[in-house]
């Protein structure tokens, strides 16, 4: 299945340009790159979607006790969608607030895995005006804490997605900022994947254990776990 969009376009000239800039090409190579890449950019109108699966989350303790599925629900018809965690779920193919989605380019991918975004409810419209359609899996945060806590339908951006060969789901970076030196142009990396998530208590809709990203280092949040998640066939 294909959907038309044209975010994801973007980011992918704008990874390209990253790529550029972090291998120091030179001003021309750039130039020349970047042309290559609106001309291909310009026969670029559809994506592919993988779905509906289910993702399942798993403690990474052998003690933990952390083992479930995500669901989607709303609070009200206006707000946005929210995720819950549910240890007792049994989802099955056609319970909708379980479906997830898979989009990706095809031109973006980590260690031969693509790279692309989650999306649920792929007929809805988002919160707000925005290209995407479905509702798009996106990362919020507070000012004081490390630990994101992802939320659907916001119509302002995407998380960046992929899954393994063992259909673990990870997020990748383009650079690392603990190797910046004063002056001195960073390099764009394509191995920078990670596998970052937990389920924390959060308010997300309402206070109660749901899907959460650390971004970096011990979680500022005491009450998360660490947990796979994963893509399984519905």
């Known amino acids: 299945m294909q959907v038309h969009q044209h975010t994801h376009i973007k980011k ?29 950019a310009g026969q670029i109108t559809e994506l592919h ?12 303790a052998s003690n933990s006790s952390i083992n479930g599925y995500l669901k989607t629900y709303n609070l009200g ?8 965690y549910e240890p007792t779920a049994h989802p099955t193919l056609g319970d909708s607030p379980y479906e997830w989605y898979f989009n990706y380019t095809g031109f973006v991918q980590y260690r031969g895995h693509e790279v692309g975004y989650l999306l649920a409810h792929p007929t809805s419209n988002t919160t707000t005006p925005s ?14 804490s490390n630990v994101g806590v992802p ?19 990870f997020s990748v970076g383009e650079f690392d900022d603990s190797m910046y030196v004063p002056g001195v142009q960073p390099e764009y990396s394509e191995d920078l994947g990670y596998y970052h998530w937990a389920v924390c208590w959060q308010f997300s809709g309402m206070y109660a254990q749901t899907l959460s990203w650390i971004t970096t ?5 005491p009450t998360c776990e660490l947990v796979d998640l994963l893509r399984v066939e519905l």
């Open 131 to 144: 290209p995407y359609h479905g509702q798009v899996l996106d990362m919020t945060y507070m000012s004081n």
């Open 12 to 40: 992918t000239l704008q990874l390209y340009l990253a790529k550029s800039v972090g291998m120091q090409f030179r001003f021309s190579q750039v130039l020349l790159g970047l042309g290559a890449a609106c001309a291909v």
């Open 217 to 221: 280092g011990t979680p500022h949040n």
């Open 151 to 169: 939320i659907v339908g916001s119509g302002t951006g995407y998380f960046d997605i992929g899954f393994d060969s063992d259909n673990k789901t």
């Open 77 to 84: 018809s206006t707000s946005p969608t929210f995720i819950s």
């Open 49 to 60: 979607q993988e779905g509906p699966f289910a993702l399942k989350v798993k403690g990474q």
